[in-house]
């Protein structure tokens, strides 16, 4: 059996360009000097001395949104109900089956920034890569953000899926999808200024809120899609276990392997 297994997720640290400004992560790093002081008074009678090298241990506190890095987010994020009018999910409630399934990707990186991908952009994709959807499996989008992550233009980089092109994946069973921008949607700049010259709000947030007429996931800030081809491999994206939130950090991964492909295709 082969196995190989692809990062598709981003670095949390406190340089990367991944946010606006008041929504970056905050780390604080604690050496193993640092946490001498907190450690000895678990053990009475502990002293620094004691310690090899007189060192305690490695820790980190962090302040984060559920939205930072790449993640998972619940069709509770994008708005109350879901599936015409039942109780949007959250993220301890999503079906880890969604989470692990056969991936696709699309590539979209000749897109221009702004550009609202539809539903004929998906299905001609589809026919250039020879794929045929199946239910629940995983689409991710590969669009120019991936390319500029770090960089200050990575917020307003890249194209994003319009309210067609997601109910198009939806309407055939996909329940997850993913991107590497920083919305599933495009770039907020872009759709600020397409709603100061049409006043159109349903152009705002309008693959989120497919959501509302088919629940589904979505993953932001993918990494490394570039490297995957566009079938081929599997990818699991379990997310962290947040109560009630509208969004959990995951470190996806595509994986390739043999064992898996062969039962996934029947073969």
């Known amino acids: 059996m082969t196995r190989r297994i692809v990062d598709i997720s981003i670095t949390l640290d406190n340089e990367t360009v991944s946010d606006p400004p008041t929504l970056r992560p905050r780390i604080e790093?604690?050496?193993?000097?640092?946490?001498?002081?907190?450690?000895?008074?678990?053990?009475?009678?502990?002293?620094?001395?004691?310690?090899?090298?007189?060192?305690a241990a490695a820790a980190e506190w962090v302040h984060l949104s559920t939205h930072n890095g790449t993640h998972l987010d619940a069709p509770y994020h994008f708005h109350p109900t879901m599936n015409r009018g039942e109780r949007a999910i959250t993220i301890d409630e999503v079906d880890l089956n969604w989470c692990f399934q056969p991936g696709v990707k699309l590539d979209f990186r000749h897109f221009p920034d702004g550009y609202v991908v539809g539903a004929a952009d998906v299905e001609?994709?589809?026919g250039r890569i020879g794929h045929e959807l199946k239910p629940l499996e995983?689409?991710?989008?590969?669009?120019?953000?991936?390319?500029?992550?770090?960089f200050p233009d990575y917020l307003g980089a890249g194209c994003g899926m319009g309210y067609e092109a997601t109910m198009y994946l939806l309407e055939r069973g996909v329940r997850l999808t993913g991107t590497d921008a920083w919305s599933w949607d495009a770039?907020?700049?872009?759709?600020?200024?397409?709603?100061?010259?049409?006043?159109?709000?349903?152009?705002?947030?309008?693959?989120?809120k497919a959501g509302m007429d088919i629940g589904y996931c979505h993953l932001e800030k993918l990494g490394n899609l570039h490297a995957l081809p566009a079938d081929g491999f599997y990818i699991a994206c379990f997310p962290a276990k947040v109560k009630g939130a509208s969004a959990g950090w995951t470190r996806a991964v595509a994986i390739f392997d043999d064992a898996l492909l062969s039962g996934a295709h029947g073969s």
């Open 29 to 55: 790093y604690q050496s193993h000097d640092d946490t001498v002081k907190e450690f000895l008074p678990w053990f009475p009678g502990l002293a620094k001395e004691d310690l090899p090298e007189g060192k």
């Open 124 to 126: 001609a994709e589809l």
């Open 138 to 150: 995983i689409v991710v989008v590969n669009t120019r953000a991936g390319e500029r992550l770090g």
């Open 187 to 208: 770039p907020f700049s872009h759709t600020a200024e397409k709603f100061k010259e049409t006043g159109d709000a349903s152009l705002i947030w309008e693959g989120h």
